[in-house]
Each structure stands twice: as structure tokens, then as C-alpha cells.
């Protein structure tokens, strides 16, 4: 059994009988175990977009700003990752990063920042088109777990849509569509949370 915190039960984690979805209703801040986790934190406040939101249209003030706060989602999503073991993804370039301590992570593959006793951390990159995504949609993820990570996909084929509508050379995809997650790639999270004998 894996835990999917943070996410829509209408989504690509529903109606799986080996996932336990944690939505907005259930408060997934509530979760205390035992099952490894995917963790979706929400990222609205932690983009660049975030600060351009504040400060043209005096939206809410991103949470990595004096007084900015995203309700403890990203911080208690690390800790249940590190608690439980698991996974945790987050839009790549995400302040939340750097406020946690973690480093930006390489595009080729893990890097460890933990790897002794009997836990294993590591930090990567991935691009979401190679898992079915039509937007690059560039992506980090945080590992915690007994064993080291599985391997994935490094090469990103050429992207057909856009996420936002910067420069408009590409189709824009709607809002649902750029925050769901592919189904390949719903698997390789639950794959990676999945503990393995070490």
C-alpha cells in the first residue's frame, strides 16, 4: 500500500486498490503512517509565477516570501517522505527547495545526500514528457527509502504543448491538464515508494 498525499481523488491515483489517496477534503497534513508516500505538495506558492501573482494582482504572497506560508503542505510532505520513505515531486526550480535545504538536483540521474546506516536520500531531475506529459513540464523529485532508487528515463523527446503561454510557440495546455499527472509517471512514483528488500 502506498499513500498519495496531496492529490485529486478524481485523478490518476483513484480507484487503485494498492494507493490510499490523501485529497484537500481528508487534510493530507493528517497522515501519520505507516504506508510509504507519494507526496504532491501544492506548488502554486513556490513558482516564480508566484511573486508575479503577489505583486500584479495581490494574489497571496508566495511561501517563500517574509510572511509567505503554504500552510506547512511542502515542509510535512518532506517530513512524511523521510518519516515513511517514499517520494516527493515538485516543479522544477521550486523555491521550496532551497528553503528546505535540498540542492538543485542534476539532469542525468540521482545524486545522494544521504547513503549510510539504513537510509538512503537522493535528489534528481526528471522531464514529465518522457512519461507521456505533451509539455516538457521539468520536475524534481526527493527520494528517502532502504535501498537506492530505481533508475528512470534521462532522454526527453520534443515536447508538442506548452505549460503557461510565454512565448506561444506551442499549444497551451488547460490547468487540469498541466497539473495531472501522466500515468507512467504515477507509476514510476509509486514504483520508486515501493519498498524493496535491501
Known amino acids: ?66 510572511g509567505g506560508d503554504d500552510g506547512g503542505c511542502f515542509a510535512f510532505a518532506l517530513s512524511a517522505v523521510r518519516r515513511w520513505g517514499g517520494v516527493l515531486e515538485h516543479p522544477a526550480s521550486t523555491h521550496a527547495w532551497a528553503v528546505h535545504g535540498l540542492p538543485r538536483p542534476p539532469r542525468d540521474g540521482w545524486q545522494y545526500l544521504l547513503s549510510a546506516g539504513d537510509g538512503v536520500e537522493a535528489v534528481c531531475e526528471v522531464a514529465q514528457v518522457a512519461y507521456g506529459c505533451k509539455a516538457r513540464k521539468r520536475t524534481w523529485l526527493f527520494y528517502s527509502g532502504r535501498t537506492a532508487p530505481a533508475s528512470f528515463e534521462t532522454t526527453a523527446p520534443p515536447a508538442t504543448h506548452q505549460i503557461g503561454s510565454f512565448d506561444r510557440l506551442k499549444p497551451t495546455l488547460s490547468g487540469r491538464a498541466a497539473s495531472a499527472t501522466p500515468p507512467a509517471f504515477a507509476e514510476l512514483l509509486i514504483a520508486l515508494a515501493t519498498p524493496s528488500d535491501p
Open 1 to 66: 500500500m502506498i499513500a498519495a498525499l496531496f492529490v485529486d481523488v478524481r485523478g490518476i491515483y483513484s480507484h487503485r486498490p494498492d494507493v490510499d489517496p490523501w485529497d484537500k477534503a481528508r487534510d493530507a497534513r493528517l497522515y501519520a503512517g505507516p504506508h510509504p508516500v507519494v507526496a504532491h505538495p501544492p506548488c502554486q506558492l513556490w513558482t516564480n509565477m508566484a511573486a508575479v501573482n503577489w505583486k500584479r494582482y495581490g494574489r497571496e504572497r508566495p511561501a517563500w516570501y517574509p
